[in-house]
């Protein structure tokens, strides 16, 4: 009987720890920048300062579905844990560009933008935020990466 409960206590505390899922990382890859047209492929009028940002990323190896919180730094902590609720920020990933994980955000700004990244398991767990991923995005063609100086 004692082995019994000494086993059910180490695999109910083996349970309790493996149900944590990792932190990602937003790792950036095949990343574009396009002007922002209309299906018809004329410029929106009203709206030719924007752009539109193709975002992929390197898939995580637990990850069934992605979000991306665009420009949340004020919303989520160094940790990943949201401050505040990112629901109006928040963008599904819309499926694959170039064989990655990707979303497509129509109509942005130029100028620096953050983004932070979270998957949900198969099970439905969802991971914490990622750190801020930091991109120029300035004119069509490819987007930059800044580093924070250390």
Same mark, same amino acid.
């Given at each position: 009987?004692?082995?019994?409960?000494?086993?059910?206590?180490?695999?109910?505390?083996?349970?309790?720890?493996?149900?944590?899922?990792?932190?990602?990382?937003?790792?950036?890859?095949?990343?574009?920048?396009?002007?922002?047209? $209309? #299906? @018809?492929? %004329?410029?929106? /009028?009203?709206?030719?300062?924007? &752009?539109? +940002? =193709?975002?992929?990323?390197?898939? $995580? #190896? @637990?990850? %069934?579905?992605? /979000?991306?919180?665009?420009?949340? &730094?004020? +919303? =989520?902590?160094?940790?990943?844990?949201?401050?505040?609720?990112?629901?109006?920020?928040?963008?599904?990933?819309?499926?694959?560009?170039?064989?990655?994980?990707?979303?497509?955000?129509?109509?942005?700004?130029?100028?620096?933008?953050?983004?932070?990244?979270?998957?949900?398991?198969?099970?439905?767990?969802?991971?914490?935020?990622?750190?801020?991923?930091?991109?120029?995005?300035?004119?069509?063609?490819?987007?930059?990466?800044?580093?924070?100086?250390?």
């Amino acid at each position: 009987m004692k082995s019994f409960r000494t086993s059910l206590f180490f695999l109910l505390s083996c349970s309790t720890v493996a149900a944590e899922l990792e932190r990602p990382e937003l790792i950036p890859q095949a990343t574009r920048v396009k002007q922002h047209f $209309h #299906r @018809s492929g %004329e410029l929106v /009028e009203g709206e030719e300062d924007l &752009l539109k +940002l =193709i975002l992929s990323w390197k898939p $995580h #190896r @637990s990850a %069934e579905s992605y /979000e991306i919180c665009h420009n949340c &730094l004020d +919303l =989520i902590d160094e940790s990943g844990i949201e401050k505040a609720n990112t629901a109006s920020k928040v963008v599904k990933s819309t499926g694959n560009y170039g064989g990655y994980p990707s979303i497509v955000m129509p109509a942005i700004t130029k100028g620096v933008q953050y983004f932070h990244l979270k998957y949900s398991s198969a099970s439905g767990e969802q991971s914490s935020w990622s750190k801020a991923l930091k991109l120029s995005v300035e004119e069509p063609g490819q987007a930059t990466i800044i580093h924070d100086e250390l």
